[in-house]
């Protein structure tokens, strides 16, 4: 389970504007190589995402293995254990939640970690995440119909009123 906690489910990316402190502008510009270096994304901040919210930029990631975890800071040995328990808790519902936020690279990661879960869980896992991307692809089609419909009104009158025989 700590695998699958400290798994990388999406591309590493710099901080965004949410998990960047306040800084003046002039600050912005001294320290424009912290704000654009990459950092790594787990599946932890996915399934604990109160860590993801109080966590440092770059102590967000956690080492893999029990070795890594020994080294961790309170506040990530907390997260981890946090997140352990929610996977005990209910696994399927949230490999779904980490499947369905990662990235087609980080599905391939998690995927591979799961290869040691037992077989039942997992074609309960990829039944159920099946039917989770459909109706998410589902939801997603409704709602652009949904907001091209309200940006498309009938016109009430026509634009150029035409004389007689003119086309």
Known sequence: MLAVLT????RASPPTVAEQPRMTLQARRDYHAFLTAPIIRQALSTLVP??????????KPVRPGLQ?????????????TV?????VEDPVRRVIEVLLASDAEGQGRVREVLRSWPLSTRRRIS???????????????????????????PRLRQSHKYGWRVS
Do not use: M
């Not at 109160?50 to 102590?59: C, F, G, K, N, W």
């Not at 890594?68 to 981890?80: E, I, K, N, T, V």
């Not at 039944?127 to 009104?153: C, D, F, G, M």
């Open 83 to 87: 997140g352990i328990g929610r996977l």
């Open 7 to 10: 798994v990388r489910h999406r």
């Open 127 to 153: 039944a159920r995440s099946w039917r989770a991307e459909r109706n998410e692809r589902a939801r997603l089609v409704a709602e652009t119909a949904a907001r091209r419909r309200q940006s498309h009104k």
């Open 68 to 80: 890594g975890l020994a080294q961790a800071s309170l506040l990530q040995a907390f997260a981890s």
């Open 50 to 59: 109160e860590y993801d919210q109080v966590a440092p930029v770059l102590t």
